[in-house]
């Protein structure tokens, strides 16, 4: 299922919603969790929770790109599940101080932006190209001609 459909089954509360995000980004938002957290049991717990997330965020937010926006939902889960475990066993110091560093690197709004550029030009370059030269013309600036 594309997306939209699976924001629209969000919009409708629908629980399908959850079981399509499942099946199209359920490993995905593993991976991203495994890897913070190496823990099976811990790491599906913090899927569950991404998704209880995103129910409750959609509506009224309207992602532009879902797989973004749940990585960068499970991520922060995982970062503070692993914030919590690593509390109780004795603090971890470094790897929080390298994950924090690494937390304000990554902008989740920037990976959108980019990736809605990306697809904007790879949708007006096929548009383009479906056309003839003269009707091409008409949209490229002159200097490209």
Not at 3 to 32: H, M, N, V
Not at 100 to 127: G, Q, S, Y
């Amino acid at each position: 299922m594309e997306d939209q459909g699976i924001i629209a089954l969000f919009f409708k509360r629908s629980e399908q919603a959850i079981e399509e995000t499942d099946k199209k980004y359920g490993g995905y938002c593993y991976s991203i969790a495994y890897n913070i957290l190496s823990n099976r049991e811990d790491s599906e717990e913090s899927v569950s929770d991404t998704y209880l997330a995103a129910w409750n965020t959609i509506p009224p937010r309207c992602p532009n790109f879902l797989s973004a926006f749940h990585a960068k939902m499970t991520r922060h889960i995982s970062i503070d599940r692993w914030r919590k475990l690593s509390a109780q066993k004795r603090g971890g110091g470094e790897i929080i101080l390298a994950l924090d560093e690494l937390e304000d690197c990554v902008d989740a709004h920037n990976v959108e932006t980019e990736l809605a550029k990306k697809e904007l030009t790879r949708v007006l370059n096929a548009f383009l190209s479906s056309l003839s030269e003269t009707e091409r013309n008409v949209f490229l600036p002159s200097h490209n001609r």
